[in-house]
């Protein structure tokens, strides 16, 4: 897909811990594109390394997580190959990001316009009076009542979804064409969450930004995205548009996820809730084949020894051996 | 489940709790938070009633009183002919192991410096419930009931990860032979995956073990799936209790409404308009009379001559089972189809 529209585009994106006990490989291989506009969302349970990979993006990594190959190409620059200065202007001005503790991302000492100012000045060159002005507008684009009270306010005087307001407030302050959402909602109440959810779809159709959305939440997933990656143990297991993968999930590890969570459907009867079976691996000590396989109920036998690659298929991107082109699974030998 | 002739396991009685939060000079309270205010609930033996609202709403308090981690300002708990509120601790301590409580957060609820044979068995040591020499049976059968091998009683906490060490908690709970549960969030900080493997485990317990479940969750769609009877909290007030399925079919208060719209879909083809509240929740400290919702409320308009603003609407059964407290359900005033949306 080299398409022209191409905002963000990572290739082949690993990223590695070094541990005293060995290394882990948070993120590997990771290839993909979000389009001008477009909401792409990354989804993966604990350990998946979907928060590693959006740090990487931002450059925001910290010792000892080292990104030790791949490209992550913002309007063609590598943004690796950025120095400390430059990577700054495209964080704040290009990029920005919503992090997922709002009680924690925000500093308890200074004011809501201290903060929200501070990045203004900083990446659109305006000067005080200006800049309080826009945080002013800022507040309000978000829908927190009477902005120009409590832009005086400190962060202890905001509850949990204002707060996560503030923060979406400050990351498109400057008016993003990338804003990087990770688990915007998690820590918010179900009420609340629909308004955080409801106010990103809104602003990416009143602004035209592209959303990059981490989540663990399928839920949240259903309710925005127009992609979906699913990762597994670092790795990308399927991609697809939102309306296919739910419609038709391929992956056993993305079917078993979606047939897991509690549905809201209208039931005669209480069956158990379908589970998968075991726990993710270890990532000090993978299996050397699938990193599902331990949990499959599809597994084969080579599921054991080989790593599947991510083949195209059926419309997607999938890494299972089901769905091996050049394998005839009636005949099951290798036809070509 | 809504059979009202049967004897409720326990009952809990126009339950309140207050915490001071200012007083004057004089040492006077000035300002209150009412995390509870006049609950009255019945638990059916058996039954899984699900509680649910979001953070502040009062329902983790509630279950606190259940197993006396807290004392209520007012009103009763009553457990088997006594007022659990009105004993003294010695007298507790015999009636305390028929309640349990199973915690919401895996990682801050064990002990890292035990190991899980000794967590375990602290309780069944400590209220010698089983003689020394069959502890040791008796820690293992708790392990397997939970899923857990045996062996695993020498391991700590750290070695497991967080849905093992739920079900941990859930054995330790087991341990005191409880008939009633409270399950505080069991699975909100786990993964979606997990989350099954514990809320199949807790169905299972359930028929096992003969328990009854007070599960208070934030979502409705967890407590969907355990649930009989499920109460909705709204700051420290019941608003709406019903069987699961009339909740489900037929949710009647405002704030249940707009709850279940909440709740994102699982296909993106029924994405659907929400009922999006206005505002945040509001303040439980100091509480202004009337209905506690009514500063959020969208139906509110649709009832000129309801008194939201001025007066608490009272719990009433609108259909058998399903009781509703919102003013636009005052007798005689049905005003059911009046509603936006």
């Not at chain 2, 199949?200 to 479940?213: A, I, K, P």
């Amino acid at each position: 897909m080299a398409d022209a529209n191409i905002l963000l585009e990572v290739r082949n994106l690993s990223t590695d811990f070094g541990m005293k006990r060995g290394t882990v490989h948070a993120v590997i291989d990771v290839s993909f594109a979000v389009h001008e506009g477009e909401v792409l969302a990354i989804v993966g349970e604990s350990g998946s390394g979907k928060s590693v990979l959006s740090l990487s993006v931002m450059g925001l990594l910290q010792h000892p997580g080292r990104v030790v190959s791949g490209e992550i190409l913002y309007k063609g620059t590598d943004l690796l190959g950025l120095s400390r200065g430059d990577m700054r202007d495209i964080r704040g001005n290009h990029i920005s990001m919503i992090f997922q503790e709002p009680m924690t991302s925000l500093n308890p000492v200074f004011t809501i316009e201290d903060q929200l100012t501070e990045s203004i000045r900083t990446h659109m060159k305006l000067d005080a009076k200006a800049a309080s002005a826009r945080a002013v507008d800022m507040l309000r684009l978000v829908g927190i009542p009477s902005p120009e009270k409590r832009t005086h306010d400190y962060p202890h005087q905001m509850s949990g979804g204002m707060r996560q307001r503030v923060m979406t407030a400050m990351a498109l302050s400057c008016d993003p064409d990338l804003l990087i959402a990770d688990e915007p909602t998690t820590a918010l109440d179900v009420t609340i969450q629909a308004q955080i959810l409801a106010l990103i779809g809104d602003l990416r159709n009143k602004i035209g930004m592209a959303v990059l959305l981490i989540t663990h939440d399928l839920g949240v997933v259903a309710e925005t995205a127009d992609r979906v990656v699913v990762m597994y143990c670092g790795q990308v297991v399927e991609e697809a548009t939102a309306l296919e993968l739910f419609e038709r999930p391929l992956h056993p590890y993305t079917l078993g996820l979606l047939r897991s969570i509690p549905t809201m459907e209208d039931t005669e009867t209480d069956e158990p809730l379908y589970m998968i079976r075991g726990m993710v691996p270890n990532p000090l000590n993978m299996p050397k084949g699938c990193a599902f396989a331990d949990r499959c109920e599809r597994r084969m036998e080579r599921c054991k020894t080989e790593m599947p690659p991510l083949y195209d298929a059926e419309g997607r991107k999938l890494r299972c051996f089901l769905f091996d082109p050049s394998a005839d699974p009636a005949a099951g030998r290798v036809a070509s | 489940m809504t059979d009202t002739t049967r004897e409720p396991l326990i009952r809990l009685e126009h339950l309140s709790k207050f915490f001071p939060m200012d007083t004057d000079v004089f040492g006077r309270t000035t300002s209150v938070l009412k995390a509870v205010d006049d609950l009255t609930l019945d638990i059916f033996p058996g039954e899984a009633f699900g509680l649910v609202g979001e953070s502040g709403c009062g329902k983790t308090t509630v279950g606190k009183m259940m197993v006396d981690l807290y004392r209520p300002t007012a009103g009763e708990i009553w457990y088997e002919g006594q007022d659990l509120a009105k004993l003294s601790k010695r007298e507790r301590r015999g009636r305390c192991c028929d309640i349990q409580l199973i915690f919401q957060d895996p990682y801050a609820s064990l002990n890292p410096r035990m190991t899980v044979g000794e967590i375990i068995s602290e309780p069944i040591r400590i209220n010698r419930l089983v003689p020394r020499e069959q502890i040791a049976d008796r820690v293992g059968y708790l392990l397997n009931a939970v899923g857990l091998s045996a062996n695993y009683r020498n391991r700590f906490p750290h070695e497991f990860s967080g849905g093992q060490r739920q079900r941990v908690g859930i054995a330790r709970a087991l341990a005191m032979q409880p008939k009633l549960i409270v399950c505080d969030e069991p699975v909100s900080a786990l993964d979606v995956s997990i989350q099954a493997q514990v809320l199949n485990l807790l169905s299972d317990l359930r028929e096992e073990f003969g328990l009854t479940y007070l599960f208070i969750a934030h979502g409705l769609n967890v407590v969907k799936h355990i649930s009989d009877r499920v109460g909705v909290m709204y700051l420290g007030r019941l608003v709406e209790v019903a069987p699961k399925r009339e909740l489900y079919r037929n949710p009647l208060h405002p704030y249940t409404k707009a709850l279940l719209s909440a709740i994102p879909v699982t296909n993106p083809a029924k994405r659907t308009q929400r009922i999006l509240l206005e505002g945040d929740v509001s303040s439980p400290i100091d509480p202004p009379p009337g209905c506690r919702f009514a500063s959020r409320c969208y139906a509110k308009s649709g009832c000129a001559s309801c008194a939201c603003d001025t007066a608490m609407p009272e719990l009433v059964e609108v259909s058998p089972g399903h009781f509703v407290s919102c003013h636009l359900f005052d007798e005689g005033k049905r005003v059911l189809d009046a509603m936006p949306r």
